[in-house]
């Protein structure tokens, strides 16, 4: 059996394809893959529909857009085995503002700040916007107040918390937690405490589905296999897994940064799609405008 898959950009709260791919768990399940080196976030979603690639890895949210927006046939987005199930970005502040106050920072205080948002991809100020709107508070009235900045990249966000041009700011690890070990700022809200939002699965074409299924299934057992392995051997043995993908990023920050995702339970400890959370990132995605129709669970999701 073997299957192509195209790699997605590379970011450390995708660690867990990282340690499939280092620990021959495919190998196990009689699977061969071809990896393909990655690109732009989303950018091998063309490549899937048109069946150049069988699969590749990202958020559900392209599906439930690919539903929206084009025909249903049989180039039609569907997700196989989740990797991560909760939101992995955090809300940042300088370290002397954070150390202010007494608990962990609320919608409506974020309400009354100068807010910087990840520009790269769309997800995580949607689902932010859904937590605000859970509060009580429309995030359009932030926008209309100029209190949030939505074109800069995380690492000009840190240069605008630096320059005090921001209060806070939205980064994803390894950022958060070289940050943390630098002094200069500290965590005030970790979007995975919301629970449940399905962040990260496979993605393939229903075509390629229909003839490549024991494969594909084969290939949601080897990511149920790296899983245990996680729970089993813990964060630093994936940080020492994970390290020669980010040599720029000291060993004590990747220990750090894995030990939050697995504690604050970032990462899926099984490869079944999480229709609860799934159903949080429709809901953030509809409320946002992102789509204009709710996909059901069972059109974009495949039961292997």
Avoid: K
């Avoid at 700011?169 to 979007?191: K, T």
């Avoid at 809901?283 to 789509?291: D, N, P, T």
Wanted: proline share 6%; charged share 20%.
């Amino acid at each position: 059996m073997r299957l192509r898959i195209a790699e997605n950009f590379e970011a450390l709260f995708y660690a867990p394809l990282y340690a499939l791919q280092a620990g021959g768990f495919a190998q196990q399940e009689n699977l061969t893959i071809d990896w393909l080196p990655p690109g732009s976030p989303g950018g091998a979603i063309d490549a899937v529909r048109a069946g150049e690639v069988d699969l590749t890895w990202g958020g559900p949210m392209r599906v439930l857009r690919d539903r929206d927006s084009l025909p249903d046939d049989d180039a039609s987005l569907i997700c196989v085995g989740e990797v991560v199930g909760r939101d992995p970005f955090l809300l940042m502040m300088r370290a002397e503002d954070a150390a202010r106050r007494s608990a962990q920072m609320s919608m409506h205080d974020l309400a009354s700040l100068r807010l910087s948002v990840v520009s790269e991809v769309p997800t995580p100020w949607l689902c932010l916007q859904q937590d605000l709107r859970d509060a009580g508070i429309d995030p359009a009235d932030m926008v209309a107040g100029g209190r949030v900045a939505t074109g800069l990249s995380m690492t000009d966000q840190i240069d605008a918390l630096r320059g005090g041009a921001v209060d806070v700011i939205q980064l994803f690890e390894p950022h958060v937690s070289r940050l943390e070990r630098d002094g200069f700022a500290s965590v005030v809200y970790a979007a995975s405490t919301r629970g449940a939002c399905c962040y990260t699965t496979f993605i393939t074409a229903r075509r390629t589905l229909a003839r490549h299924r024991q494969p594909v299934a084969a290939l949601q057992r080897a990511l149920g296999r790296a899983q245990q392995w996680i729970a089993t051997e813990g964060p630093d043995a994936l940080a020492q897994c994970i390290a020669p993908r980010f040599p720029g990023v000291s060993l004590d920050v990747l220990r750090a940064a894995v030990s939050r995702y697995v504690s604050s339970g970032v990462w899926s400890t099984s490869p079944q799609v999480s229709r609860h959370g799934v159903d949080r990132l429709r809901e953030s995605l509809l409320a946002g405008g992102f789509v204009q129709q709710a996909a059901a669970f069972d059109s974009i999701v495949a039961p292997l």
